[in-house]
């Protein structure tokens, strides 16, 4: 089954603390991971991709094929990052996204 | 490039009332998709289209729901009759079909079914 966990709905950290948003997941093909962010009433972002590896606001993603997993994480948070964070995983064939819950991560003055 | 547009950005309707969304995709985009987000199911995809061709449409919820794409630069969701339990965010988003990068988002049509 293809399917991407995002186990935390809500997250919480305090200013400058580090910051890791969890997700899994379970695709039998090669995986192409994405995190988008959404800020409040904003439309969704695209905030990486596996692919690029790249950092993007700070926040950076490494694929573990091992773990199945593509946490996001940060080490020093900022209150602008309070946002909804969506991990997504490619589909290939049908080239359609699949989305996990998403994590509300709030950060705190 | 404007980004992905869609219409309106807010609908208030009674139950009962058909409602039209309307999404008009990057020009150059030849996939589509319409996605609904609630608090409850987080982001669900509803149907995709390729080159104005609809795909998979196994998340539309019910016949209620409705999607076309007449060409590539628009395309509708509808729901009639419409119900409360559809009050949700409804987005559209767009991608060069197998292009390297993810989608791109509109903001949302934001429907409250009361």
């Known amino acids: 089954a293809q399917r991407v966990t995002q186990p935390e709905k809500l997250l919480s950290v305090f200013k400058g603390a580090p910051v890791e948003l969890k997700c899994n997941y379970s695709?039998?093909?090669?995986?192409?991971l994405f995190w988008y962010v959404q800020y409040s009433r904003q439309r969704l972002q695209l905030l990486l991709r596996?692919?690029s590896r790249e950092s993007i606001k700070g926040f950076t993603a490494d694929l573990n094929k091992g773990e199945t997993s593509f946490h996001l994480k940060k080490p020093f948070a900022q209150e602008e990052d309070s946002a909804m964070y969506y991990c997504?995983?490619?589909?290939?064939?049908?080239?359609?996204?699949?989305f996990g819950q998403g994590t509300r991560l709030t950060i705190n003055p | 490039d404007a980004g992905v547009i869609q219409s309106p950005r807010h609908e208030v309707t009674e139950m009962g009332q058909e409602v039209t969304l309307r999404c008009k995709p990057i020009?150059?985009?030849?996939?589509l998709f319409w996605y609904r987000q609630t608090m409850m199911r987080g982001l669900e995809l509803l149907i995709y289209?390729?080159?104005?061709?609809?795909?998979?449409d196994s998340g539309m919820p019910e016949d209620r729901f409705s999607a076309k794409m007449p060409n590539a630069s628009f395309s509708t969701l509808k729901i009639q009759p419409s119900e409360p339990r559809d009050s949700a965010v409804y987005f559209c988003?767009?991608?060069?079909?197998?292009?390297?990068?993810?989608?791109?988002f509109g903001s949302g049509t934001r429907l409250t079914v009361v």
């Open positions: 695709y039998s093909g090669s995986p192409e």
């Open positions: 289209f390729n080159n104005n061709v609809p795909i998979d």
């Open positions: 988003a767009s991608r060069t079909y197998r292009g390297l990068g993810g989608y791109t």
């Open positions: 020009s150059g985009h030849n996939s």
């Open positions: 997504a995983l490619l589909i290939q064939g049908a080239q359609k996204l699949v």
């Open positions: 596996h692919i």
